[in-house]
């Protein structure tokens, strides 16, 4: 599975993965009005901002045979000062095409991004998953990732949901 750097370019695929991947995986979870409002041009400019920005987040992208972005993670020193930024790391997204899940790419791209984290210098990893994502869940933990006590609760689209910190040592 070919696993790269993001390029501006790949704004309007990141960005499709991102809306489509928030509409299936979360529908359960989200109001379907505010899921179908999600527009794939304006998370073009939001992906295409943040890969031409000079302080930028690391960004992976996986794609198919086409060469078409299946899917994406962006990861990035932890944004506060709770952990030691120069060791620490947040996973800040990982997102895959329905289409393609079950079939490996998430597993791959998760390792990748794992692998450039280590190769970064960070010891540790750490994520939020919403605690009512059973599916993410189940994929962070059978990679090794437990939820370390820390939730916080958040509106998103309208809703009060709570998310989970996940954490990771990168080093076996």
Same mark, same amino acid.
């Given at each position: 599975?070919?696993?790269?750097?993001?390029?501006?370019?790949?704004?309007?695929?990141?960005?499709?993965?991102?809306?489509?991947?928030?509409?299936?995986? &979360? =529908?359960?979870?989200?109001?379907?009005? &505010?899921? $179908?409002?999600?527009?794939?041009?304006?998370?073009?400019?939001?992906?295409?901002?943040?890969?031409?920005?000079?302080?930028?987040?690391?960004?992976?992208?996986? #794609? @198919?045979? $086409?060469?078409? +972005?299946?899917?994406?993670?962006?990861?990035?020193?932890?944004? $506060?000062?709770?952990? $030691?930024?120069?060791?620490?790391?947040?996973?800040?997204?990982?997102?895959?095409?329905?289409?393609?899940?079950? #079939?490996?790419?998430?597993?791959?791209?998760?390792?990748?991004?794992?692998?450039?984290?280590?190769?970064?210098?960070?010891? #540790?990893?750490?994520?939020? +998953?919403?605690? @009512?994502?059973?599916? @993410?869940?189940?994929? &962070?933990?059978?990679? @090794?990732?437990?939820?370390?006590?820390?939730? +916080?609760?958040?509106?998103?689209?309208?809703?009060?949901?709570?998310?989970?910190?996940? =954490? =990771?040592?990168?080093?076996?």
């Amino acid at each position: 599975m070919p696993i790269r750097e993001a390029l501006p370019e790949d704004a309007a695929g990141i960005a499709t993965v991102h809306v489509l991947s928030w509409r299936a995986a &979360y =529908r359960d979870l989200l109001p379907g009005p &505010y899921l $179908d409002s999600l527009d794939v041009e304006e998370r073009t400019a939001t992906w295409r901002a943040r890969l031409t920005a000079p302080e930028r987040s690391a960004v992976l992208v996986e #794609t @198919g045979p $086409d060469e078409r +972005v299946r899917a994406f993670s962006c990861f990035r020193a932890w944004p $506060d000062e709770e952990f $030691d930024r120069r060791t620490t790391a947040e996973l800040a997204a990982l997102y895959a095409l329905p289409e393609v899940w079950g #079939t490996g790419v998430g597993r791959a791209l998760l390792a990748a991004s794992a692998e450039a984290l280590v190769a970064t210098g960070f010891r #540790t990893a750490a994520l939020w +998953v919403f605690a @009512g994502n059973a599916r @993410g869940r189940r994929f &962070y933990e059978a990679a @090794g990732w437990r939820a370390d006590g820390e939730a +916080v609760r958040e509106e998103t689209g309208g809703r009060m949901l709570e998310e989970l910190r996940y =954490r =990771r040592h990168l080093f076996s």
